[in-house]
């Protein structure tokens, strides 16, 4: 999907490989959890450089649009399936696909954080310019000292979680998510489930798994779900602070 997770890919996929191999250790292994949030922060890091390295363009840093399109349909290339844009300090934006849009920026939690010279790499979003379940990796542009706007990518994460599923080829026995500190689904490997709250789905075991991976670095949960027994292994990105899963279906 984007530049750094192929780089490392090989690496990564030998190694869950390893873990997932039917006469090697099971597949809820630390290796296998490892390569898992390798991958993910892999992905959103590589984006970060990718808004970083755009923000520091002379033509970004003009404020100009017409200058910088260029530039920030390029970022757009190298983050994939996303929106890329460039928001002006009043929370209008500008996207690759469709320049200036109607929407507005202000109200969206990271913005007062990224105005103010903060990067940003985890925020769930629906995007307004898109309409789809995204998450904001985001860095701020600089001219004189002072903040004149952002680079931005809304990556969307039913298709991160599909890029995923194809990078670990997992097999059918085993799952993988990741679920952000308020509960909420960010990566699944049923792509459809992405923003679901587990808590809604009217099972007290999946209930009481999702609250101690809320409240716990990392461990073990055992639950059940559409009839199956799951058991996952999971801990914490060191990038997003999501809680990031994988486990096994057990008979």
Not at 48 to 76: C, F, H, N, Q
Not at 127 to 152: C, L, N, Q, Y
Request: net charge negative; proline share 5%.
């Amino acid at each position: 999907m984007i530049t750094r997770p192929v780089a490392i890919a090989g690496v990564v996929l030998s190694v869950f490989c390893l873990a997932v191999r039917a006469d090697e250790p099971s597949p809820d292994s630390a290796d296998s959890l490892s390569a898992f949030v390798v991958l993910v922060d892999g992905h959103l890091a590589a984006a970060l450089d990718s808004v970083k390295e755009a923000a520091i363009v002379p033509s970004v840093r003009s404020g100009d649009w017409e200058k910088m399109k260029g530039t920030i349909s390029a970022v757009r290339v190298r983050c994939g399936e996303c929106a890329a844009w460039f928001a002006e300090p009043d929370g209008s934006y500008y996207t690759a696909e469709k320049g200036l849009t109607d929407q507005n920026l202000k109200d969206r939690s990271y913005f007062p954080g990224l105005m103010a010279g903060e990067t940003v790499a985890g925020p769930l979003v629906v995007s307004e310019s898109t309409g789809h379940k995204s998450v904001i990796v985001a860095a701020p542009v600089r001219r004189d000292d002072r903040v004149i706007g952002a680079v931005g990518v809304s990556i969307f994460l039913d298709s991160l979680s599909r890029t995923l599923r194809d990078e670990m080829a997992i097999p059918e026995n085993m799952i993988f998510f990741a679920l952000d500190t308020d509960g909420r689904t960010t990566l699944n490997h049923v792509p459809e489930r992405v923003f679901l709250d587990p808590r809604d789905q009217n099972d007290p075991s999946m209930t009481a798994a999702t609250e101690e991976m809320l409240a716990r670095k990392e461990g073990v949960v055992e639950y059940e779900f559409q009839g199956v027994r799951r058991k996952v292994q999971y801990t914490r990105s060191p990038l997003t602070g999501w809680i990031c899963a994988v486990g096994v279906l057990e008979k």
